[in-house]
């Protein structure tokens, strides 16, 4: 069965203190993973596509890797505005074009 | 500007009084999809569409109707809605590389 955990839950950092977010994940076929960053009340934001292992990319002080089981979210040097809700999901090799989420990492970080 | 649209914000209704969640997005996409997403249980697909009279059903589609007469709009139906139904509701519309848009919401409570 398809599926995508994210861990930890929930983190608090001070500002300026890099961490990493991580998305596990377990898919027959993997056409791409997914990044969003959701603010409360609003709907999941863009951040990052990644489609094979190896791969990474960055904007801004956020970084994403991908392997063949989990992607890293890194964040370096946070700011307060960075606090949100990151959500990892992916999207299955068929025709559905189906996103399969996690459950998201609710991100605080205080100055 | 490319977006998503839904309407309305925030809904409260009685059990059993039907209503309809409008979306409509400005981007000629084929493939649009209704979410909901709950505290603790992420964000599930409860339809999706992949053009014109073409609908099928997501992970938790009991309870919901759509339609799609028009490329541009993708309503949810709630035929006779009960108290389970209360969540928040996104549309979707798939930009490919961008994963999905998705619209600013719909927090719907029933009573």
Known sequence: EDQVTQSPEALRLQEGESSSLNCSYTVSGLRGLFWYRQDPGKGPEFLFTLYSAGEEKEKERLKATLTK??????????????????????????????????????????? | EAQVTQNPRYLITVTGKKLTVTCSQNMNHEYMSWY???????????????????????????????????????????????????????????????????????RLTVV
């Open chain 2, 36 to 106: 909901r997403q709950d505290p603790g249980l992420g964000l599930r697909q409860i339809y999706y569409s992949m053009n014109v009279e073409v609908t099928d059903k997501g992970d938790v589609p009991e309870g919901y109707k759509v339609s799609r007469k028009e490329k541009r709009n993708f309503p949810l139906i709630l035929e006779s809605p009960s108290p389970n139904q209360t969540s928040l509701y996104f549309c979707a519309s798939y930009r490919g590389d961008w994963g999905y848009t998705f619209g600013s919401g719909t």
């Open chain 1, 69 to 111: 089981k989990e992607s890293f979210l890194h964040i370096t040097a946070p700011k307060p505005e960075d606090s949100a809700t990151y959500l990892c999901a992916v999207l299955r090799m068929d025709s559905s074009y189906k996103l399969i989420f996690g459950s998201g990492t609710r991100l605080l970080v205080r100055p």
